[in-house]
């Protein structure tokens, strides 16, 4: 805004004055000059004067940050305390989802199960990747931010721990008496027997010492940061080790039915699955029998039925080597060829024998059943897909279910169900379809289960199905000559196996050592300095000055320094008595004697000073807040008032030799030491 506008009105042209001016002379100029309203004009400054508002000022134009502004500024973000804690938060958040929800990389059944019940959900956590947390792309950029932002962290932090490491305590303060913890004496020792005493006494200690001009410098406690770095790498190597897991891991299931074996390639795996790095040549060259199966249960109390031993027991070879014997057992994996061999479940698998019309047998197997409670009720399927024959001589295809109770109950009851998990009473229900088992189809099929769309099932001369339970050794026939079926006497067990190849499970357990163990000594280990000086006093005694610092709250640290006191003084130990004159002899037991001619106000006290205190007397004490300048930190050294002390200094004089005196140890101002 201009002047005109704030004053909102025009002035005049300067080549036409106003009334009575002179030309070249500005309106309202000269002495005692007024304005058209009688008022004192203000000449040209007041044409300039405005009541409006004062414009605002220019805002200050900063520069622009740049590419290279943002990117440390993105950085230093990063690389934060904060930012770290907020992603290793989140990382713990994200894991969550990926234990209460079923995994594809885990168990498919369980996946394609909550997919059916949850029909709402389940678009939902598909495009959240809550099926494969894991390796979703949300997860994956928590976990890299995280490793960088603890590298970014680490480093410059070990970079200053080094150089710490390298250099040495720092020197002794000037005023030893405002550390939170102090103790003085005098004793007799010269200052550099003390000084080299105290030297050895901190390295006995391991305490990192030296001196340094009239003290020395002591500090101890580096495991404390050390001990956080630790940590932090810790969690790196864990992270790492963690990625090569996932990259280069190998991990697949197998049945194995007592008497059978595994050879650790791909076609013999039931399921298997792998990381994206992973290569078939890095499966490791072994194989193994099942050569028995133990499992033990509770047989009587309120845990009846409770399983107590679970063994398998295998011959293995590595790399075409001898064979050798093993036990596996439950959380005790078999360790071969960089594989471990883990037993996950168990059943049972009957023996049945099928024979055509002819009586020829066209299938004879151990069949697997599958566990349906704790009491291994079980059920499976016998599919025969070639060489039966109906009576006619046609080919045709058979499909069995199998319903399994090792310990029969329900007699009478219309149904058959176990009431113990082990081989006491066995019982097998058997019914018979005939058909296309469609296995030809082209769409996967669950061996545990049977396709009956184009199969019919066998029915007597009423019409109705046909099923029969079994004991070990009996025989189910069919009608109209279409074979039978035979439950031998024979029921083996089978185990299931994961074999899994992860190889970065022992850098992950040993970054979890090294993080606890790191994390144990960031807490509880205190970082302190001691400093010890030795300087000669007045009478040619040595006044020793003993101080600590921690580096944070330490209950410990008075301690500490009492011992180490207690230590060193049994090395120097304190100065005896000044002997009394013979003009003013000591009189213990006449605590008030008259004062001398030059002090008639000072009575003789009875803690004088120049009696040095014992070890036991040497006060560890708390800062009290001396202040800064030297009278006042002697005052609270000492607790006296000036003119106390100067009495008992002229009633000491009056007692003492010339000469032979000394200024009491509180009052001995410390020598100039390197500040702190």
């Given at each position: 805004m201009s002047n005109t506008e704030q004053t909102g009105r025009r002035p005049e042209p300067a080549d036409h004055p106003e009334p009575g001016t002179a030309p070249g002379t500005e309106p309202?100029?000269?002495?005692?000059?007024t304005g058209a309203a009688g008022e004192p004009s203000l000449g040209a400054a007041g044409e300039r004067l405005s009541t409006g508002p004062a414009q605002d000022p220019e805002p200050a134009t900063l520069p622009a940050l740049g590419v290279v502004g943002w990117v440390r500024w993105f950085w230093r973000q990063l690389t934060s305390m904060r930012v770290a804690l907020i992603l290793l938060f989140l990382l713990s958040l994200g894991a969550i989802p990926g234990s209460l929800i079923p995994q594809n990389g885990v168990d498919e059944m369980?996946?394609?199960?909550?997919?059916?019940?949850?029909?709402?959900?389940?678009?939902i956590y598909e495009k959240l990747q809550l099926f494969d947390v894991y390796s979703s792309v949300w997860f994956s950029a928590i976990y890299i931010l995280l490793f960088v932002s603890l590298i970014g962290c680490i480093?410059?932090?070990?970079?200053?721990?080094?150089g710490q490491l390298r250099s040495r305590p720092p020197g002794a303060p000037k005023r030893l008496t405002r550390l939170p913890a102090y103790a003085t004496w005098r004793t007799e020792a010269t200052p550099?027997?003390?000084?080299?005493?105290?030297?050895?006494?901190?390295?006995k200690r391991r305490f990192r010492a030296?001196?340094?001009?009239?003290?020395?410098?002591?500090?101890?406690?580096?495991?404390?940061?050390?001990?956080?770095?630790?940590?932090h790498i810790s969690l790196i190597v864990m992270l790492l080790a963690f990625a090569a897991g996932q990259l280069f891991r190998s991990e697949g299931g197998k049945l194995i039915v007592e008497g059978d074996g595994f050879a650790n390639t791909l076609s013999q795996y039931d399921d298997f699955r792998s990381g994206s790095l992973f290569a078939l040549d890095d499966l490791g060259h072994f194989s193994f029998e099942l050569r028995r199966f133990t499992g033990t249960y509770e047989a009587t109390g309120p845990q009846r039925g409770t399983p107590r031993t679970f063994e398998a027991e295998v011959t293995y070879a590595e790399n075409g080597g001898p064979d050798k014997?093993?036990?596996?057992?439950?959380?005790?994996?078999?360790?071969v060829a960089g594989a471990k061999v883990y037993l996950i479940e168990h059943g049972y698998a009957p023996v049945v024998t099928v024979r055509d019309g002819k009586g020829k047998i066209v299938s004879q197997e151990a069949v697997p059943l599958l566990p349906l409670d704790a009491n291994v009720t079980s059920q499976g399927v016998v599919k025969v897909k070639d060489g039966y024959r109906d009576k006619n001589g046609k080919r045709d295809q058979l499909g069995i279910p199998l319903f399994f109770v090792p310990t029969f109950a329900g007699e009478g009851q219309g149904e058959m169900f176990s009431v113990f998990p082990a081989l006491v009473d066995p019982r097998l229900s058997v019914s018979a379809y005939h058909g296309d088992l469609r296995a030809d189809s082209g769409v996967?099929?669950?061996?545990?289960?049977?396709?009956?769309?184009?199969?019919?099932?066998?029915?007597?001369?009423?019409?109705?199905?046909?099923?029969?339970?079994?004991k070990p050794g009996e025989t189910f026939t069919l009608p109209d000559g279409a074979g039978s079926i035979t439950f031998e006497k024979e029921i083996k067990e089978w185990a299931s196996f994961q074999i899994s190849q992860q190889p970065g499970n022992g850098w992950a357990l040993a970054g979890a050592v090294a993080a606890i163990l790191g994390l144990t000594a960031s807490l509880f280990i205190q970082r302190r300095r001691v400093w010890v000086r030795a300087v000669e006093g007045p009478g040619g005694a040595t006044v020793v000055e003993m101080a600590g610092l921690g580096r944070g709250e330490s209950a410990k640290l008075p301690e500490e320094l009492a011992e180490l006191v207690a230590a060193l003084h049994s090395v120097a130990p304190t100065a005896p008595d000044a002997p009394a004159t013979p003009d003013a002899p000591a009189t213990p037991d006449a605590p008030d004697a008259p004062a001398t001619p030059d002090a008639p106000d000072a009575p003789a006290t009875p803690d004088a000073p120049d009696a040095p205190a014992t070890p036991a007397e040497s006060a560890v004490r708390e800062d009290d807040g001396a202040a800064d300048d030297d009278a006042e930190d002697r005052a609270a050294v000492g607790d006296r008032s000036a003119e106390d002390r100067a009495a008992e200094n002229r009633d000491a004089a009056a007692r003492t030799p010339a000469g032979d005196g000394a200024e009491p140890a509180d009052q001995a101002v410390p020598a100039e030491g390197a500040s702190q």
């Open positions: 309202g100029a000269g002495t005692g000059s369980k996946v394609n199960a909550f997919k059916e019940a949850h029909e709402t959900l389940t678009p480093v410059p932090r070990t970079h200053q721990f080094v550099a027997q003390v000084r080299e005493a105290a030297l050895k006494l901190l390295r030296h001196a340094a001009g009239d003290a020395v410098a002591a500090e101890k406690g580096y495991l404390r940061e050390f001990g956080n770095l630790l940590f014997q093993a036990v596996i057992r439950v959380n005790e994996p078999l360790e996967p099929q669950n061996v545990y289960q049977l396709d009956t769309s184009k199969m019919k099932q066998f029915k007597d001369e009423r019409g109705e199905i046909l099923k029969k339970q079994l």
